[in-house]
């Protein structure tokens, strides 16, 4: 996987080969920035579930101030920090659980990518989902990437739907405060 746009285009993106993780289809994640393309310079951003770090990664290649990953697995965050040793960009990296961070953060951020594992329940989704809007800035963006076939969840209140769009078997939904 590379970086799609930016100071870091083309530069390589190491993933751990685990099936309980699955990097996003590059053309999902071109979506998304295509959409969001003039929102990162200067933005504060926040990758849940951050995997492999790409959307936190391509975000600092497009401009992004800082980027905080969230992510349980010890083997993706050292991933992250082995994916971005080569690059001067402002970032951190938090081995947690998402529910933990997000319900004891006061931070604000311009972006939150929430790509949960699939096989996350929609009552699980639907509560992280109310806690993670009071991280949203006035103005902000939070993109969600499912399963196309996943349950419905429910829209914060709040929050309106911004887009949607599917992309293979993956449905991005961004919503917007």
């Given at each position: 996987m590379r970086i799609?746009?930016?100071k870091f285009k083309g530069s390589l993106i190491n993933t751990i080969n685990d099936s309980s993780t699955r990097p996003m289809m590059s053309k999902a994640r071109e979506g998304i920035f295509n959409i969001l393309?003039?929102?990162?310079?200067?933005?504060?951003?926040?990758?849940?579930?951050?995997g492999s770090g790409s959307l936190g990664i391509e975000s600092l290649s497009r401009g992004a101030d800082f980027v905080t990953f969230i992510?349980?697995?010890?083997?993706?965050?050292?991933?992250?920090e082995k994916n971005l040793s080569n690059m001067e960009v402002n970032f951190t990296v938090l081995v947690t659980k998402v529910i933990n961070y997000i319900s004891q953060s006061n931070e604000q951020f311009d972006i939150?990518?929430?790509?949960?594992?699939?096989?996350?329940?929609?009552t699980e989704i639907d509560n992280e989902l109310n806690i993670i809007q009071n991280l949203m800035n006035k103005n902000s963006k939070l993109v969600i990437h499912r399963h196309k076939s996943?349950?419905?969840?429910?829209?914060?209140?709040?929050l309106e739907l911004y887009r949607e769009k599917n992309y293979g078997q993956s449905r991005i939904t961004i919503l917007k405060k």
């Open positions: 799609i746009s930016g393309q003039n929102d990162f310079n200067n933005s504060t951003v926040l990758d849940l579930y951050a992510e349980l697995s010890t083997k993706c965050s050292k991933i992250i939150i990518f929430y790509d949960p594992p699939f096989s996350t329940s929609k996943s349950d419905q969840f429910v829209y914060p209140n709040g």
